[in-house]
């Protein structure tokens, strides 16, 4: 496509209900991350992936949240036991080769409110 | 890992002046500074980025500068406009496992 996509752009749930967030990586993009924004707060590093795999899961806040990408493609994160700390915005991003110096392309990320 | 640390927040200047943001790293090995800039309802997208072998950085409007001896990078926007109103994240890398670390981020005001 002609951007990263993230579905869905918004999202409300109870506390404790699961959560599945989407990303579509730029066509060809072998690197996938995700981030959190929290309100007035910098991007936290989540999770990145490179192909399939995930070299790097330290950023993942507990074991309520679990990542997964397949073909190389497309990206879910899923929040279990929904908290309201929460809530944030989600961003994804992908870049070329998964260089740390490559320019990054970010979604507009999925705002994520728990009740 | 990485610390990266900037500021100011939050800064309001009057439309035709300019505006300078800064950020300091913790890691003496790092050697790539982006900046991205995040519209409202949008995500982050990169405006310029400096490496260390070079000291300034020039696009325009918009300029870099790195001092690698005290660890400090700056942002300078001259002639500002009403559409250069965003939150700017500066980042820094060391091209090692950590990846990009981003300051906190800075909400640029342009009074009209």
């Known amino acids: 496509g002609a951007g990263v996509s993230q579905s869905p752009s918004n999202k409300v749930t109870e506390k404790g209900k699961d959560v599945e967030l989407r990303c579509d990586p730029i066509s060809g993009h072998t690197a996938l991350y995700w981030y959190r924004q929290s309100l007035g707060q910098g991007l936290e590093f989540l999770i990145y992936?490179?192909?399939?795999?995930?070299?790097?899961k330290s950023g993942l806040p507990s074991d309520r949240f679990s990542a997964e990408r397949t073909g190389g493609s497309v990206s879910t994160l899923t929040i279990q036991r929904t908290q309201q700390e929460d809530s944030a915005v989600y961003l994804c991003?992908?870049?070329?080769?998964?260089?740390?110096?490559?320019?990054?392309?970010f979604g507009s990320g999925t705002q994520l409110s728990v009740l | 890992g990485e610390n990266v640390e900037q500021h100011p927040s939050t800064l309001s200047v009057q439309e035709g002046d300019s505006a300078v943001i800064k950020c300091t790293y913790s890691?003496?090995?790092?050697?790539?500074f982006p900046w991205y800039k995040q519209e409202l309802g949008k995500g982050p997208q990169l405006i310029i980025d400096i490496r260390s072998n070079v000291g300034e950085k020039k696009d325009q409007r918009i300029a870099v500068t790195l001092n690698k001896t005290a660890k400090h990078f700056s942002l300078h926007i001259t002639e500002t406009q009403p559409e250069d109103s965003a939150v700017y994240f500066c980042?820094?890398?060391?091209?090692?496992?950590?990846?990009?670390?981003f300051g906190k981020g800075t909400h640029l005001i342009i009074q009209p």
């Open positions: 992936f490179q192909g399939n795999s995930a070299p790097d």
């Open positions: 890691d003496s090995a790092s050697n790539y």
């Open positions: 980042a820094a890398s060391g091209g090692g496992a950590d990846g990009l670390t």
């Open positions: 991003a992908s870049s070329l080769g998964g260089s740390a110096d490559e320019k990054l392309f």
